[in-house]
């Protein structure tokens, strides 16, 4: 499959009843981190994707930067949120400064909330809504239970879900995105929520929603 990069054929290939999201092969076992009002955090991705588990070697675009996990684009990244209230807001970030909203931070991110709608992708963290938006659903988390919330990031298009119901894509523009090489993870604002299950992958078949069949040959992605 060869994806048009054009704006509308962008959006109209992003079906949003995506059936092949990767998953990771994680137990309940696996840690948890609870992260509090107005916090940040950076998980260790498992590399335990199904792609990421048949590699022959350590993937090359992940780096271990100190106790962070900087990530070359495209990726796909996802993580288990378990909102602990019914306003619950769990949000996903891409960055490059790892600074917080308010201390100039430059990251991009998604918002999935128990019981809004109303935001998508903003830059800055929160400070700017971004203008190459298509709106393709409205899902919700539920509350005490575990969700799963996903993006897909190149450094020209980006889409999310929220328990695998595609809820926007966006073409990106200049700056939007802050880097190449950024570190993935997740924020809050005024709640509380639980994480774990914490991964990246680039799984060609969920990749193909950002790059053509001849980027992702140049990326190395498909097994001779």
């Not at 993870?185 to 914490?198: C, D, K, N, P």
């Amino acid at each position: 499959k060869v994806l048009a990069q054009g704006s509308d054929k962008f959006h109209a290939a992003m079906d949003p009843q995506w059936k092949t999201l990767p998953f990771p092969n994680h137990s309940a076992e696996d840690s948890e981190i609870e992260l509090s009002p107005n916090g940040l955090v950076f998980p260790t991705p498992l590399l335990k994707m199904p792609h990421e588990l048949q590699l022959d070697s350590a993937p090359d675009y992940v780096y271990k930067d100190g106790d962070r996990t900087r990530v070359s684009l495209p990726i796909y990244f996802r993580a288990d949120v378990f909102p602990l209230g019914p306003d619950t807001e769990c949000i996903l970030i891409a960055t490059q400064n790892c600074r917080r909203w308010g201390r100039g931070g430059d990251g991009l991110t998604v918002y999935s909330s128990v019981n809004r709608t109303d935001f998508t992708f903003r830059s800055r963290v929160f400070g700017d809504f971004l203008q190459g938006v298509k709106r393709q659903g409205f899902e919700t988390l539920r509350s005490f239970e575990w969700n799963e919330v996903s993006m897909l990031l190149s450094q020209h298009l980006a889409a999310y879900w929220i328990n695998g119901t595609l809820v926007a894509s966006c073409k990106l523009q200049p700056r939007e995105v802050p880097a190449a090489e950024l570190y993935l993870g997740l924020v809050s604002y005024r709640t509380a929520y639980r994480i774990r299950g914490f991964d990246v992958s680039r799984d060609p078949a969920v990749l193909q929603g950002v790059c053509t069949s001849q980027e992702m040959r140049k990326l190395g992605v498909f097994k001779e």
